[in-house]
């Protein structure tokens, strides 16, 4: 009898074990840029949204994707939430519209619903004059 219990509870525990596993090596494949190209050893991960900034209203920011879409953003709640390319942070007010912009979201994943969390947000420069390099939106 109780072996029986045993082999009726075994494939669950499978099932759930196989899920959690999936789980935490979708999470692990998330890898965010270090900032001021820091000593990461892994690669960062592509990111969800490149393109150039066309509003910021607070913590929210649209983005004109290369492709052509929109997409709104919700900045970190930190004090200096955005990064440069070449290394430096700061706060939410050196978004200008025009700026080119990389985001990766919070575990690198589109949310179903609602808006989406930007774990590393990321502008090519302060200065909306100044161009990415052909490359920068590979």
């Known amino acids: 009898m109780r072996l029986i219990r045993l082999a009726e509870r ?3 525990a499978l099932v759930a074990a196989a899920f959690f596993s999936f789980a935490a090596s979708a999470s692990a494949r998330c890898v965010l ?3 001021d ?3 990461g ?5 592509r990111p969800n949204v490149q393109g ?3 509003a910021v ?3 929210v920011v649209t983005v004109r994707t290369v492709q052509g879409g929109l997409v709104q953003v919700r900045l970190a709640a930190s004090d200096n939430p955005v990064i440069t390319a070449f290394g430096g942070d700061g706060p939410a007010s050196v978004l200008r519209a025009g700026q080119s912009a990389k985001v990766w979201f919070v575990g690198c ?3 179903r619903q609602g808006m989406a969390q930007a ?3 990321e502008i090519y420069s302060g200065d909306v004059a100044d161009k990415p390099p052909a490359d920068y939106f590979q």
């Open 52 to 54: 150039h900034v066309v």
């Open 37 to 39: 190209g820091g000593s």
């Open 10 to 12: 075994f494939p669950l």
């Open 57 to 59: 209203n607070r913590r």
């Open 119 to 121: 774990a590393y947000f």
């Open 109 to 111: 994943t589109a949310p």
């Open 41 to 45: 050893e892994a690669t960062p991960s």
């Open 33 to 35: 840029p270090v900032a």
